[in-house]
C-alpha cells in the first residue's frame, strides 16, 4: 500500500511539472512511516496524507520543458581537479553516481529531479590535502535529456560514452578527452594541453578550441565547426557544414585538405567569431 500510494503521488507529480519533486516524495514517505509507527491503518494513514491528485495540485509548477522537449531544471554539471570522469548508458531508467578511490566525501553531490551535480570544492590548502586522482562513473539511462551540460577539470581525463543536452560546455586544462557521442544544439569543448577525440557529434554549432593539445573529430554534422589553436594540431574528417578555422603554428586539416586563418586569430587571440 505504501509503495502503490507513493508511486501514484511520484506520477501525480510529474504531471504537474512539480519542483523538487524528490523532496516532496522524500517528505511524504516520511510522513508514512511515522504513521505506521504509530500503528495507524495505511487506509487512515492514506486518508490523512490526502488523495495523491489532490496532493500534486498543491505542488503544481510552471511546465519547465521547451517546445522541443527538453527540462530547463534538468542539468548536468560536474566540477573536478585530478579525478577521472566516465560517463556512460545507465542498465536501468535511473541516474547513477560511482566513486572508485576518489574523495567521495568531499564532493557536494546531488542526483536527484534538478539533474546531477558533482562539485569538488576548492580550499586555501587544497594542494596539500589533495590524493592521487580516481574515477567517477556517472550512468545515465540513453533517453535522458539535459538542459545544460558541463564539466570543467584540471587533469583528470574525460570518458564519455554518449550525452545529449540542449547546451553542452566541457573546459578542461591538461585533461584529455575521448568522446564516441555527444547531441546537443550548441557544443563547446575548450582544452590547454590536454588532446580530444570525438567519434560522433550532433549539433548545429560546434566549436573546439587549444593551446598545445591535439584535436580529433570524426563523423561531425553540423551547420557550423569553429577550429582554433595555438601549437596544436586538428584533424577533422566526415564533416559538413561551414568551417571557420584559425591557427599559429598547429596545422588543421578539415575533409583531408589543411587550412588554417593565421591573420584572424593574431587579431585577437581566442577571440569569439561573430
Do not use: Q
Request: with cysteine; aromatic share 10%.
Amino acid at each position: 500500500m505504501k509503495k502503490k500510494y507513493l508511486d501514484r503521488l511520484s506520477e501525480e507529480l510529474d504531471k504537474v511539472h512539480a519542483n523538487h519533486k524528490d523532496d516532496i516524495l522524500e517528505k511524504y514517505k516520511k510522513r508514512y512511516d511515522f504513521g505506521l509507527e504509530s500503528g495507524m491503518k495505511e487506509t487512515d494513514i492514506e486518508e490523512m496524507l490526502g488523495d495523491p491528485e489532490e496532493v500534486a495540485k498543491k505542488y503544481e509548477g510552471e511546465n519547465p520543458f521547451t517546445s522541443d522537449g527538453f527540462n530547463k531544471n534538468y542539468n548536468l554539471s560536474i566540477k573536478t581537479v585530478s579525478d577521472d570522469i566516465v560517463i556512460k548508458k545507465s542498465k536501468d531508467d535511473k541516474a547513477h553516481v560511482f566513486f572508485d578511490d576518489c574523495d567521495a566525501d568531499k564532493y557536494n553531490v546531488k542526483n536527484n529531479s534538478d539533474g546531477i551535480i558533482i562539485n569538488y570544492p576548492k580550499t586555501k590548502f587544497f594542494s596539500f590535502n589533495r590524493k592521487h586522482g580516481g574515477t567517477i562513473t556517472i550512468e545515465i539511462p540513453e533517453n535522458r535529456l539535459f538542459y545544460n551540460a558541463e564539466i570543467n577539470s584540471a587533469s583528470g581525463d574525460i570518458k564519455i560514452e554518449y550525452l545529449k543536452a540542449k547546451k553542452i560546455e566541457f573546459v578542461v586544462a591538461s585533461s584529455d578527452m575521448v568522446i564516441h557521442k555527444l547531441d546537443s544544439d550548441d557544443i563547446v569543448l575548450t582544452t590547454v594541453s590536454g588532446d580530444i577525440f570525438v567519434d560522433k557529434i550532433r549539433s548545429v554549432n560546434f566549436s573546439t578550441s587549444s593551446v598545445s593539445g591535439d584535436i580529433e573529430a570524426n563523423h561531425i554534422d553540423c551547420e557550423t565547426i569553429i577550429i582554433d589553436t595555438i601549437s596544436g594540431d586538428a584533424t577533422i574528417k566526415e564533416t559538413n557544414g561551414k568551417i571557420k578555422t584559425s591557427s599559429i603554428s598547429g596545422s588543421i586539416y578539415v575533409n583531408g585538405t589543411e587550412c588554417g586563418n593565421m591573420k584572424t586569430y593574431v587579431k585577437g587571440i581566442f577571440k569569439k567569431w561573430a
